[in-house]
C-alpha cells in the first residue's frame, strides 16, 4: 500500500495535471488535505511531502493538531460546518472557513478575528439540493449574504464552496459543480475580487477540477479511509456530513 507521502506527491501530480487538462495553469487549483480523524503525525508526513493546506472540521479534534503542528508551514483551513458557540476559536486559530452559510455566524467571525491577524479569508457554502436538513445558504441568498461579508473589514469573501450528495456517475458529479460555477460568476459582477471555487472530494474531484474548482478538499484518496464517528453510517467514508457536527444555530 502507498504511503501518506507516496499519496501526497501523486494528488499534488494529479491536482496540476487535472488544472492543465482543464485549460489552466499547473497551479492553479489548490490541494486541502481534510484530515478529521488522523493524527497530527500523519499529517505532519504529508506536509513533509509537500501538502501545504489542511482541513479540518471539529474545533475540539483539530486545536491539539494545530498546536502540535505550529511548526510547520501550513495554511489552515476549517471545513466543517460553523456553530456561533466555536466561532472565537475558530476565528482565532484558523486561516480560511468554507462553509458560512448565515449572517450572524459571518458577523461573529468578523467580530472576533484578532487583530494581530490579517483578514480571514472565507466562502459561503451555497445549498443547491433545496435540502433543509443540509447546510448552506440557498442560491437566492447569495447577493444578499455576500454584500455583506464584503463590506466586513475583518474578513476577505473569496467565493464559494459546494457539498453535493455523493454519486458514482461522472456526468451527474458535474452538475452542481457546474451550478457553483455560474453562481460565482453572476456574483462577480458585483465583486470582482472573488476568485475561489471550494469543491471536490476524493470521488469527484476530476468533476469538480473539470468545472473550475481551485481548491479541492481531499481526505480519504490522501489519509486513507476514517473508522466511523458514531454508529457505522451505510456511506462512510464518503458521506460529506458527517455525524457530531451539531445543529446550526
Ligand atoms: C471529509 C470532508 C472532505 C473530504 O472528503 P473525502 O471524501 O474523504 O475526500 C471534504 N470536504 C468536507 C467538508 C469534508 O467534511
Excluded at 12 to 36: F, I, M, Q
Excluded at 70 to 96: E, Y
Aim: hydrophobic content about 45%; glycine content about 8%.
Amino acid at each position: 500500500m502507498d504511503s501518506i507521502a507516496d499519496r501526497t506527491q501523486q494528488l499534488l501530480a494529479e491536482t496540476a495535471r487535472l488544472a492543465r487538462a482543464s485549460g489552466r495553469a499547473a497551479d492553479a487549483v489548490t490541494l486541502v488535505g481534510v484530515s478529521k480523524t488522523q493524527t497530527a503525525e500523519r499529517i505532519r508526513e504529508a506536509v513533509a511531502a509537500g501538502l501545504r493546506h489542511v482541513g479540518e472540521n471539529y474545533v475540539q479534534e483539530a486545536l491539539p493538531k494545530l498546536a502540535a503542528l505550529a511548526d510547520l508551514p501550513v495554511t489552515w483551513h476549517f471545513v466543517g460546518r460553523l456553530q456561533a458557540n466555536k466561532t472565537a476559536v475558530i476565528a482565532a486559530s484558523f486561516d480560511w472557513v468554507h462553509a458560512i452559510d448565515r449572517l450572524r455566524i459571518a458577523q461573529r467571525l468578523n467580530d472576533q478575528r484578532p487583530e494581530g491577524k490579517g483578514p480571514l479569508d472565507c466562502c459561503i457554502e451555497v445549498n443547491l439540493s433545496g435540502e433543509e436538513t443540509k447546510g448552506g445558504a440557498t442560491p437566492a441568498e447569495l447577493p444578499a449574504l455576500a454584500a455583506a461579508i464584503a463590506g466586513m473589514p475583518r474578513l476577505r469573501l473569496r467565493g464559494l464552496m459546494v457539498l453535493p450528495a455523493a454519486t458514482p456517475d461522472p456526468l451527474a458529479q458535474r452538475e452542481p459543480f457546474a451550478r457553483l460555477r455560474r453562481l460565482l460568476e453572476e456574483l462577480r459582477i458585483a465583486h470582482p475580487q472573488l476568485d475561489t471555487l471550494s469543491m471536490g472530494m476524493s470521488a469527484d474531484i476530476e468533476a469538480a477540477i473539470a468545472e473550475g474548482a481551485t481548491l479541492v478538499r481531499i481526505g480519504t484518496a490522501l489519509f486513507g479511509g476514517r473508522p466511523p464517528r458514531e454508529a457505522p453510517q451505510e456511506s462512510l467514508p464518503r458521506e460529506p456530513r458527517e455525524p457530531q457536527h451539531g445543529a446550526p444555530i
